[in-house]
């Protein structure tokens, strides 16, 4: 599928997934397959920044970018982590795991700003995010919105009719993005 969406689109892409499906196809074959099929990068959520060894080395050899994420938990992690992410650092919006929420209560803007005194690598902010107005806020303190879990409510709500509505939801927020940097 990403060799086909590589013959019309340029920007990058961002593989996520957890540790496990890469150990079980290998982690040297995995990156390997994903700089084949032209992805940019991986996040792998549940690879701690301290034990990233387990697959930058394979990212490195392949030319796959190994984005690291910081959380509301990471402030003094946070400078070695910023001084040494690749491609852009994932800024994780809330604790807890993955899915739409109501509302982000951390102060999003003190950690990008954090960031920003020892780096300057893009931040992206992400998990939560699933309204035009949660993008905004974000983009408006940030570098980026990413959204994930709200694209794939809406393709398990609509199942094989699913693209006009992420088609639809997807320009709603690329819009709101962009106008938060307008202001």
Do not use: W
């Given at each position: 599928?990403?060799?086909?969406?590589?013959?019309?689109?340029?920007?990058?892409?961002?593989?996520?997934?957890?540790?496990?499906?890469?150990?079980?196809y290998?982690?040297?074959?995995?990156?390997?397959?994903?700089?084949?099929?032209?992805?940019?990068?991986?996040?792998?959520?549940?690879?701690?920044?301290?034990?990233?060894?387990?697959?930058?080395?394979a990212?490195?050899?392949?030319?796959?970018?190994?984005?690291?994420?910081?959380?509301?938990?990471?402030?003094?992690?946070?400078?070695?982590?910023?001084?040494?992410?690749?491609?852009?650092?994932?800024?994780?919006?809330?604790?807890?795991?993955?899915?739409?929420?109501?509302?982000?209560?951390?102060?999003?803007?003190?950690?990008?700003?954090?960031?920003?005194?020892?780096?300057?690598i893009?931040?992206?902010?992400?998990?939560?995010?699933?309204?035009?107005?949660?993008?905004?806020?974000?983009?408006?303190?940030?570098?980026?919105?990413?959204?994930?879990?709200?694209?794939?409510?809406?393709?398990?709500?609509?199942?094989?009719?699913?693209?006009?509505?992420?088609?639809?939801?997807?320009?709603?927020?690329?819009?709101?993005?962009?106008?938060?940097?307008?202001?």
């Open positions: 599928m990403v060799k086909r969406v590589r013959r019309t689109v340029d920007v990058p892409l961002v593989f996520m997934t957890y540790i496990n499906p890469i150990y079980t290998g982690t040297e074959r995995f990156a390997k397959r994903c700089a084949e099929c032209g992805i940019d990068g991986i996040i792998v959520p549940d690879v701690p920044f301290e034990e990233k060894e387990e697959v930058s080395g990212c490195a050899l392949s030319g796959i970018e190994l984005i690291s994420m910081i959380s509301p938990t990471s402030k003094e992690r946070v400078d070695m982590i910023a001084r040494q992410a690749k491609g852009f650092l994932y800024c994780v919006s809330s604790l807890g795991s993955t899915g739409v929420r109501n509302g982000i209560t951390t102060n999003i803007k003190e950690m990008i700003g954090h960031v920003k005194k020892v780096s300057d893009p931040c992206a902010v992400g998990l939560g995010i699933a309204t035009p107005q949660q993008a905004q806020e974000m983009a408006a303190v940030s570098d980026g919105a990413i959204v994930g879990s709200a694209i794939v409510k809406l393709i398990a709500q609509n199942g094989k009719d699913c693209i006009e509505p992420v088609c639809r939801y997807v320009r709603e927020m690329k819009a709101a993005v962009a106008s938060a940097a307008c202001v």
